[in-house]
Each structure stands twice: as structure tokens, then as C-alpha cells.
């Protein structure tokens, strides 16, 4: 998908991008370059992240014996 770069730079994320990707109005966008490219990554709060975890394998999680503090 391409979108143009205004006058005043900047640009529309297309409505079927909106809505596949959850974006609503002023939610914070972090925008990430990479080796001459630009990422954008929806920044999520923290409320929105709880039970994103759940289930999640803890076996191999280290204690604080095995770090070199």
C-alpha cells in the first residue's frame, strides 16, 4: 500500500489499514528507523496489554542467583 507524504509531512493510514490494525484517534504511534526504512508501531497501553501473557511458559525463567549482579 502507498500512501503520499504532504506538504506539511504527513500522512493517511488508509480506513481498511485503520480498521484491520484496531487504530483509533490519538493513539500514540512510535515511529521506528530501520536501515533507511520507517516503522510504525501502535504503542499499546498498559491495560490493554493484561492477559496478553496468560499461559505463557515460566520453566526457564532465571532467578536472581543465576545473574551476575
Same mark, same amino acid.
Given at each position: +500500500?502507498?500512501?503520499?507524504? *504532504? #506538504?506539511?509531512?504527513?500522512?493517511?493510514? #488508509?480506513?481498511? +489499514?485503520?480498521?484491520?490494525?484496531?487504530?483509533?484517534? /490519538?493513539?500514540?504511534? %512510535? &515511529?521506528?528507523? &530501520?536501515?533507511? $526504512?520507517?516503522?510504525?508501531? #501502535?504503542?499499546?497501553? &498498559? %491495560?490493554?496489554? +493484561? /492477559?496478553?501473557?496468560? /499461559? +505463557? =511458559?515460566? *520453566? $526457564?525463567?532465571? %532467578?536472581?542467583? =543465576?545473574? $551476575?549482579?
Amino acid at each position: +500500500m502507498t500512501v503520499t507524504l *504532504s #506538504p506539511k509531512f504527513q500522512i493517511v493510514i #488508509p480506513k481498511e +489499514m485503520r480498521e484491520d490494525l484496531k487504530l483509533k484517534k /490519538g493513539m500514540k504511534i %512510535e &515511529l521506528i528507523p &530501520l536501515k533507511g $526504512n520507517i516503522i510504525l508501531v #501502535p504503542v499499546k497501553r &498498559l %491495560e490493554d496489554m +493484561m /492477559g496478553t501473557l496468560k /499461559g +505463557m =511458559d515460566t *520453566s $526457564n525463567i532465571r %532467578e536472581k542467583t =543465576d545473574r $551476575n549482579i
